[in-house]
């Protein structure tokens, strides 16, 4: 009997429940990007999210999955601020493992969708969600979630739509606050600069806490 092979797609969501922190990398400066990329990789983190905001960026989506071992992730390295079709169509392009957009863009899911990727699409509102939710999100990114209420909005806007895809949070929090999200009903967690610190080995501890805390 054949043993069946995991799809890119089933691999990266192997990862979200094993590890699920999405190491964001944002900066202006591409060689800055690039260094937090890298450290965010050596720390031993799972998912890492280029922006599209990054100079560069595809490019250095593609320096990080030839830079890995010839056998493929983890660790997974996608792109984010993936906001219409060009964009998509430049991750695919890039080689990018999953992609991440900011709104909801019926034709960027199918774009993703026929190349095997796994998608977490951002959504806000209730509305927003569920339209993500039937676009074929595989995680639904509720975004941006501290100016609206935090832990409390994710909660109450969970209530009715519990039953649609998987939520992470996103939109810019600390580490300590992951467990608020995480009681609130969120399964992944979006963070970039608060895993970073002034070391190796401060950036290394600070993840090592902030997936102790993710994983509960």
Do not use: C
Request: charged share 20%; proline share 7%; glycine share 10%.
């Amino acid at each position: 009997m054949s043993i069946a092979v995991e799809t890119l797609r089933e691999q990266v969501a192997s990862s979200v429940a094993r590890s699920p922190i999405f190491a964001v990398v944002r900066h202006r400066d591409r060689a800055e990007a690039a260094r937090q990329a890298r450290a965010f990789v050596a720390a031993g983190l799972e998912l890492v999210e280029v922006t599209f905001t990054v100079p560069g960026a595809v490019d250095l989506v593609r320096e990080l999955t030839a830079e890995r071992s010839a056998g493929g992730g983890p660790p997974w390295i996608g792109m984010g601020t993936v906001t219409g079709a060009e964009r998509a169509r430049a991750a695919v392009e890039a080689g990018a493992e999953f992609v991440v957009t900011p709104n909801v863009d019926a034709e960027v899911a199918a774009i993703v969708r026929r190349a095997g990727l796994y998608l977490v699409m951002g959504a806000l509102t209730p509305t927003e969600l569920v339209a993500a939710d039937r676009a074929g999100a595989d995680l639904l990114k509720v975004y941006p979630l501290p100016p609206v209420g935090g832990p409390r909005y994710l909660e109450v806007v969970r209530q009715p739509l519990g039953d649609l895809a998987p939520m992470l949070a996103g939109g810019g929090f600390d580490i300590e606050e992951i467990p608020a999200y995480r009681a609130a009903g969120a399964v992944a967690f979006g963070i970039g600069a608060p895993l970073l610190g002034a070391t190796p080995a401060q950036t290394a501890a600070r993840i090592t806490r902030a997936l102790e805390l993710a994983r509960g």
